[in-house]
């Protein structure tokens, strides 16, 4: 009897270490399931590690479309590309343990920049993709780098990173890990790269604001109308911009989607000189599916937020939005 218990006890113990190990086409399986069954509301990740990653992918100028999704099959985060999985929508995934953000969130936030910047520099250094053939432990070393980077452009402190990495990496490396000394070395060079070594002084910030022009179209099922975005920066400070996040509102403020995080503008990035202005010329399309949602609400108008990531000369990050209101034709 006690010989039947242990070898129970054993196969528990080990079917609980299979259920531990990281299933990120699990994970993204289950996203397309709520995606289909619950709408494009869900299957997101809840705002805070979804504006953690976006914080973290501007501050690397990464302008790649990544879907970031809770799920506890995964035990820290990691990146995952679907590519013709069954069952799951083509695209670029950051997935994320809940319990594991939150207690990183609450306790350090400069790791969590860290471990996400290193996740994107899987996407930013193609590791999927045209150079998906270079050594496993030089697709980390070169991720430890964009860490670094990430880091830095938040102003975070290289004591901390430095802590960070020598507990996750050993001394001899293994495990398709770099040692922790190639570790410490490659995200150094890229704290310093992005400025981390350099002072910021806060009243150096660029003060830039933005409108929308006319600020209300009527547009058609399926059609575009021409809007102007003219910014204007009053304090003497280059800015660039760098991407866009956008979002459909009701009228009444409600979200139709998700936020659309780090879209690339179109026609690429562009500078606005200090003490100067600069118009960015768009053309605004009106999806099908943005008016049946609005329609299914009793709407004939909704909104479109767009708010511009930028980034001035002294290397601040910075935000500016503007809204605009559409009439269904």
């Given at each position: 009897?006690?010989?039947?218990?242990?070898?129970?006890?054993?196969?528990?113990?080990?079917?609980?270490?299979?259920?531990?190990?990281?299933?990120?086409?699990?994970?993204?399986?289950?996203?397309?399931?709520?995606?289909?069954?619950?709408?494009?509301?869900?299957?997101?990740?809840?705002?805070?590690?979804?504006?953690?990653?976006?914080?973290?992918?501007?501050?690397?100028?990464?302008?790649?479309?990544?879907?970031?999704?809770?799920?506890?099959?995964?035990?820290?985060?990691?990146?995952?590309?679907?590519?013709?999985?069954?069952?799951?929508?083509?695209?670029?995934?950051?997935?994320?343990?809940?319990?594991?953000?939150?207690?990183?969130?609450?306790?350090?936030?400069?790791?969590?920049?860290?471990?996400?910047?290193?996740?994107?520099?899987?996407?930013?250094?193609?590791?999927?993709?045209?150079?998906?053939?270079?050594?496993?432990?030089?697709?980390?070393?070169?991720?430890?780098?964009?860490?670094?980077?990430?880091v830095a452009r938040l102003s975070g402190d290289w004591t901390t990173l430095e802590n960070l990495l020598s507990r996750i990496r050993s001394v001899d490396g293994g495990n398709g890990y770099p040692t922790r000394t190639q570790s410490l070395d490659a995200a150094?060079?890229?704290?310093?790269?992005?400025?981390?070594?350099?002072?910021?002084?806060?009243?150096?910030?660029?003060?830039?604001?933005?409108?929308?022009?006319?600020?209300?179209?009527?547009?058609?099922?399926?059609?575009?109308?021409?809007?102007?975005?003219?910014?204007?920066?009053?304090?003497?400070?280059?800015?660039?911009?760098?991407?866009?996040?956008?979002?459909?509102?009701?009228?009444?403020?409600?979200?139709?989607?998700?936020?659309?995080?780090?879209?690339?503008?179109?026609?690429?990035?562009?500078?606005?000189?200090?003490?100067?202005?600069?118009?960015?010329?768009?053309?605004?399309?009106?999806?099908?599916?943005?008016?049946?949602?609005?329609?299914?609400?009793?709407?004939?108008?909704?909104?479109?937020?767009?708010?511009?990531?930028?980034?001035?000369?002294?290397?601040?990050?910075?935000?500016?939005?503007?809204?605009?209101?559409?009439?269904?034709?």
């Open positions: 009897m006690k010989l039947t218990s242990l070898v129970l006890l054993l196969a528990l113990m080990c079917l609980s270490s299979i259920a531990r190990a990281d299933s990120p086409k699990r994970c993204a399986r289950m996203y397309a399931e709520n995606l289909k069954n619950e709408g494009s509301s869900l299957g997101f990740a809840p705002s805070d590690a979804e504006a953690m990653v976006a914080e973290v992918a501007r501050s690397i100028a990464f302008q790649q479309s990544i879907k970031v999704i809770y799920c506890d099959y995964v035990t820290k985060a990691l990146a995952w590309p679907a590519k013709g999985e069954d069952g799951i929508p083509d695209g670029d995934f950051i997935e994320v343990n809940p319990i594991w953000f939150q207690e990183v969130i609450g306790n350090d936030r400069v790791q969590a920049i860290a471990l996400l910047g290193h996740e994107l520099g899987h996407y930013l250094g193609r590791h999927f993709e045209s150079r998906s053939g270079i050594p496993g432990i030089q697709k980390e070393t070169e991720a430890d780098g964009f860490a670094g980077c990430a150094r060079h890229g704290f310093d790269d992005c400025g981390g070594s350099k002072p910021r002084p806060l009243s150096s910030r660029a003060a830039l604001r933005v409108a929308a022009v006319p600020d209300t179209v009527s547009i058609p099922i399926n059609g575009f109308s021409a809007v102007d975005y003219p910014f204007k920066e009053t304090k003497g400070i280059d800015v660039q911009i760098d991407s866009e996040d956008t979002q459909w509102f009701l009228i009444n403020g409600e979200p139709l989607t998700p936020i659309s995080r780090n879209q690339r503008i179109l026609g690429g990035s562009f500078p606005v000189s200090g003490s100067s202005s600069e118009t960015y010329h768009n053309n605004i399309y009106l999806p099908p599916n943005i008016a049946a949602l609005a329609k299914a609400k009793g709407q004939n108008v909704v909104q479109l937020k767009h708010t511009f990531n930028c980034r001035d000369q002294n290397d601040n990050l910075s935000q500016v939005s503007a809204i605009l209101k559409i009439y269904i034709q």
